[in-house]
């Protein structure tokens, strides 16, 4: 076996592996970009901060099923394990990879110099140093290995030297790849017969049972069968806000997102059943409403792959590990369709529900009130993506207006939202537009979002990723409003509003002055025409629309 250098092993086994883009901030692994530029067609995005690049490094995992990878040398090392947060919570298939120190300069108080691993201990499943270049090929196969596996999530690897100077040594290394762990998931375990059994009796057997689809079943792929599943035992079915995409909003059996991030109708369906079949969530607290919804003590079985996360929150009547698809797909194929007849009544009670709170937010979501109200932006969003869009949601009031108001229209539509950080879902659009560059990627963000990595237009600019960018702008954080009024007994200063209110900014000319499209809204009206614009346009797109300070999301209904 000849000699051959880290940085051609790192090309080599990176392009073999099918990743076609790495988000990074310099100076990192050089020799092996410069070997991925002379022989492979692996697109090196630099962005303009290592946060950023782990969020396009997760949005891209997400859309792609195969990890995302993000790189930083070691003085950005701590940022980049910042932004693995999100991905860790989300369950994604991040590969972030730093510089690290140098064994002759430990403690010798070397310029820039920390030590960067425990940082990643807390957001990874795998957090490893490479100091020997013969450790290339196996740590980067390992790195796969971990990521996809099982429940799925970041991986670290730390190469020795500040840049990863470390690829530049030479050594005799076998650089094949494992393809099985391309993606996600590599495998899929089969459930134990005998508790996919007891699970299946005790579901036909209820009158009121509702299923929960996770976050799990979206990585498993399992929505369709869920759908099926649900339609022959005629079964409504909720999600958590990570795995919206299980079942479209337009079928009859949908009540829409459950929990904190929520529609009024998923939560009052999950309190009124008398069985709650989660499959493939780990039943958190977002989910769950912080474990009100449903109740403690409510009856309950479990599908998911990880056995730690069965019967975590709520004491289960049966539990089934396994992949998802897998369990549902069998428990799909024995089901009794007979059984669905005694469930007429609770679904329709469902279908009420659903029916009564579009009735109670109608006013709302076609308001043509200016400055625009955000049900109006959520049900223009609806009514104007295309089939086949791909959706990427930030978090805080983001979360909580799409998470209640948007309805995806198809099967083939996709939903991906922030798992924590504000200003997640602009870098994460951009990196998913990568992973998927002949489907729409759409990011409902506020100005808050936008804010903390506007500088990625120009990333987007430069590396001409198209992205649309939707934004929510009431020049404020005003999640923090209700908040603050509570602190200030009801009736807040103007020294408080300086605690959440932002200047009032057009995004839309600060796009065109990096050379995006920016399109600003000012009429309800607009909005439709401009999601049309910026999709056909096929350029970085932001659309700023103007929209009222006070106006909040809808706090969470317990009952």
């Not at 840049?163 to 099985?180: F, H, R, S, Y």
């Not at 509003?497 to 995004?507: A, G, H, S």
Request: proline share 6%; charged share 20%; glycine share 10%.
């Amino acid at each position: 076996m000849a000699k051959t250098t880290g940085a051609k092993v790192m090309a080599r086994m990176l392009d073999a592996y099918g990743v076609t883009h790495i988000f990074h901030v310099p100076a990192i692994l050089r020799r092996s970009m410069a070997e991925m530029e002379a022989s492979t067609k692996i697109n090196r995005v630099r962005t303009h901060g290592e946060k950023s690049a782990a969020y396009m490094a997760d949005g891209y995992a997400r859309a792609s099923r195969k990890p995302g990878v993000c790189m930083a040398q070691t003085v950005g090392a701590l940022n980049l394990a910042a932004g693995l947060r999100d991905a860790w919570l989300a369950k994604s298939p991040v590969i972030a990879m730093t510089g690290g120190r140098e064994p002759q300069t430990k403690f010798r108080k070397v310029y820039q110099q920390v030590d960067d691993i425990p940082a990643f201990d807390g957001v990874t499943k795998f957090n490893a140093t490479v100091d020997s270049v013969e450790r290339f090929p196996d740590m980067v196969r390992q790195a796969f290995r971990t990521a996809v596996s099982g429940s799925p999530g970041p991986v670290h690897l730390q190469f020795r030297g500040n840049e990863g100077q470390i690829d530049l040594e030479e050594a005799e290394m076998d650089d094949t790849v494992d393809v099985e762990f391309m993606s996600v998931p590599p495998f899929r375990p089969e459930p134990d017969a005998a508790s996919l059994a007891k699970a299946l009796a005790i579901l036909q057997s209820a009158e009121r049972p509702v299923i929960v689809a996770g976050g799990g079943a979206r990585w498993s792929m399992a929505g369709p069968a869920i759908v099926a599943l649900a339609e022959k035992l005629q079964i409504p079915v909720a999600t958590s806000h990570g795995g919206k995409d299980a079942i479209p909003a337009t079928h009859p059996l949908s009540v829409g997102v459950v929990g904190t991030y929520s529609r009024g109708a998923a939560n009052q369906v999950v309190l009124e059943a008398d069985l709650v079949f989660f499959v493939g969530t780990e039943t958190g607290g977002m989910t769950t409403h912080f474990w009100k919804v449903p109740k403690l003590g409510t009856r309950s079985i479990q599908v998911d792959i990880d056995p730690e996360a069965l019967g975590r929150n709520y004491r289960l009547d049966a539990a089934v590990c396994g992949d998802a698809r897998v369990a549902i797909e069998k428990m799909l194929a024995q089901a009794d369709s007979s059984t669905a007849s005694r469930r007429k009544g609770w679904v329709d009670r469902a279908r009420r529900h659903v029916g009564d709170w579009y009735q109670q937010y109608s006013e709302l979501l076609s308001s043509d009130a200016v400055p625009i109200r955000p049900e109006r932006i959520c049900s223009e969003l609806s009514k104007n993506l295309p089939d086949d869009a791909f959706v990427v949601c930030d978090t805080g009031h983001a979360g909580m207006w799409m998470g209640g108001m948007f309805d995806l229209r198809t099967p083939q539509q996709s939903y991906i939202r922030c798992a924590g950080h504000l200003g997640w879902a602009f870098p994460a659009a951009l990196g998913a537009k990568c992973a998927v560059p002949d489907r729409p990627v759409v990011c409902f963000t506020g100005d808050g979002g936008l804010w903390y990595h506007i500088g990625e237009l120009e990333t987007a600019v430069r590396w001409n990723i198209p992205a649309v960018i939707v934004v929510n702008d009431n020049h404020s954080g005003n999640q923090s409003k209700h908040g603050y009024d509570v602190s200030y007994g009801g009736k807040q200063t103007e020294q408080a509003r300086e605690l959440w209110v932002f200047r009032d900014i057009n995004f839309a000319r600060i796009a065109e002055d990096i050379g995006a499209l920016g399109i600003r809204v000012d009429r309800p009206g607009d909005i439709g025409p401009a999601i049309e614009r910026g999709l056909a346009s096929g350029r970085p797109t932001v659309i700023d629309i103007a929209t009222d300070l006070e106006a909040e999301a809808p706090f969470a209904f317990v009952g």
